[in-house]
Nanobody
Framework: QVQLVESGGGSVQAGGSLRLSCVAS????????MGWFRQAPGKEREFVAV???????SYADSVKGRFTISRVNTKSTVYLQMNSLKPEDTAVYYC?????????????????WGQGTQVTVSS
């Protein structure tokens, strides 16, 4: 079992930055691929970014060049640095863990989920 706890959400103006954190416990962190997803009101949950235990990354086209995912295995923590935020980035952001080494962007393949943290970007 893996427990995930996100933090760092909040409200910012367009063009601003936020950094989300997700701390994992309960399993060897290095063996997990860690992803960030988001869900806006009335929309389906969508992939944002993923990082494998070895450090390979992938991003949704909508955030590429603005968001950066990283991890510190000794702290069992994954981060999502979000720059140049836009109103359309407003959503609940979820951290997720997948017991594998491959990059996966499909939500249903993830085994564990955090409770989510709200990000609101105003114009």
């Amino acid at each position: 079992q893996v427990q995930l706890v996100e933090s760092g959400g909040g409200s910012v103006q367009a063009g601003g930055s936020l950094r989300l954190s997700c701390v994992a416990s309960g399993r060897t962190f290095r063996s997990l691929a860690m992803g960030w997803f988001r869900q806006a009101p009335g929309k389906e949950r969508e992939f944002v970014a993923v990082i494998t235990g070895g450090g390979s990354t992938s991003y949704a086209d909508s955030v590429k060049g603005r968001f950066t995912i990283s991890r510190v295995n000794t702290k069992s923590t994954v981060y999502l640095q979000m720059n140049s935020l836009k109103p359309e980035d407003t959503a609940v952001y979820y951290c997720a863990a997948e017991q594998g080494s491959a990059i996966t962007t499909i939500a249903r393949t993830y085994d564990y989920w955090g409770q989510g943290t709200q990000v609101t970007v105003s114009s």
